[in-house]
């Protein structure tokens, strides 16, 4: 006999006979979804079952205090499709107030955007071609006279929303003092603007692994400052790239603290939307990796890809809430 996912995958029974998948197993048999994609519901997909109740037991049994989440940003911590349209990327919202170089960055990105997904180039020119649009389009930004204040209201207008349960997934991980690292090969001051305008409130846990910028005196871009970060390279120098956010949100405290206290957490928990963001965590010297990725478009064609790379995979769109309950798996009740 076999338990049936939304009717797309069997897991053998066999497999909830362990306590604690059996525990997570109850967290996860009703999903539910504020609003569907064409109708249609969110679904969950387990590879193997049998791998990912051992990986929740190691965690669960080494505690809170070694584990530690990852996480990409746009099309995962934020929906893929928000008010009935495509959502917005934290780099694809800014508008500097200057239709020229507006109109310069989308020029960019309609070159280059279908060259990131070819399937005919190799990933070392395709790496030399994410630098080049990165660096372009930041020095669009800084030339076109990018803002804080023009940020803010980018962020403000823009159709971009974290998935339901966001906010629920964060004030859990701050509770059980569970760092997360968002990274992100967009912009960390967009990002922390959008945190700031639609969760209300910072997350002393919540690091930012992003592009960031300089401003001056009268709130003008300047610069960039760190590596430059795009979306083949997220998982380089993470630890010292990090940045806490900003203290107009909370309390910077000491970033080689913290780094320091990331390294010593050896199991993992990753959330991603794309193949290659299982590549975040290549950095870190883990023990045990979950990693949930989140299938939004163009199911029929990756699900097989996804389902042999993820631990679990999550369509349609589906809320975080679905990830709440599983990191609730892995954490003893005090």
Not at 196 to 225: A, C, P, W, Y
Request: aromatic share 8%; charged share 25%; with cysteine.
């Amino acid at each position: 006999m076999s338990y049936r996912v939304n009717g797309l995958t069997s897991i053998p029974l066999s497999a909830f006979r362990k306590p604690h998948f059996r525990r997570y197993f109850r967290f996860w048999k009703h999903l539910e979804m504020e609003e569907s994609v064409a109708n249609k519901d969110p679904e969950l997909i387990v590879g193997d079952p049998d791998s990912l109740a051992n990986k929740i037991s190691a965690i669960r049994s080494a505690g809170p205090q070694k584990l530690q989440v990852i996480a990409d940003f746009d099309a995962t911590l934020t929906k893929f499709w928000a008010n009935g349209t495509r959502g917005q990327s934290s780099h694809g919202l800014v508008q500097q107030g200057n239709p020229e170089y507006d109109a310069k960055r989308q020029q960019l990105y309609d070159y280059y955007h279908p060259l990131e997904f070819s399937p005919d180039i190799g990933l070392e020119e395709k790496t030399k071609l994410m630098e080049e649009w990165w660096s372009k389009t930041h020095a669009l930004l800084i030339e076109g006279g990018l803002t804080n204040e023009s940020i803010k209201q980018s962020v403000a207008n823009g159709n971009i929303a974290f998935r339901e349960g966001v906010f629920e997934l964060f004030e859990f991980l701050e509770e059980k003092g569970i760092p997360v690292l968002i990274f992100s090969a967009g912009l960390g001051d967009i990002i922390e603007e959008v945190l700031r305008q639609k969760l209300h409130r910072t997350f002393t846990n919540v690091r930012i692994v992003s592009n960031r910028m300089v401003f001056d005196e009268d709130g003008h871009l300047v610069s960039f400052k760190g590596k430059l970060i795009h979306s083949l390279n997220k998982n380089e120098h993470a630890l010292d790239m990090g940045a806490p956010v900003h203290n107009h949100l909370g309390d910077e405290g000491d970033p080689n603290e913290d780094n320091a206290s990331i390294k010593y957490r050896t199991n993992v928990l990753l959330l991603g939307d794309h193949i290659g963001d299982l590549r975040m965590s290549d950095g870190l010297n883990y023990e045990t990796r979950i990693s949930v990725g989140f299938l939004n478009h163009n199911i029929e064609n990756s699900l097989n890809c996804y389902r042999e790379s993820f631990d679990v995979v999550l369509l349609n769109d589906a809320p975080m809430t679905e990830v709440v309950k599983l990191v609730s798996s892995m954490c003893p009740k005090e």
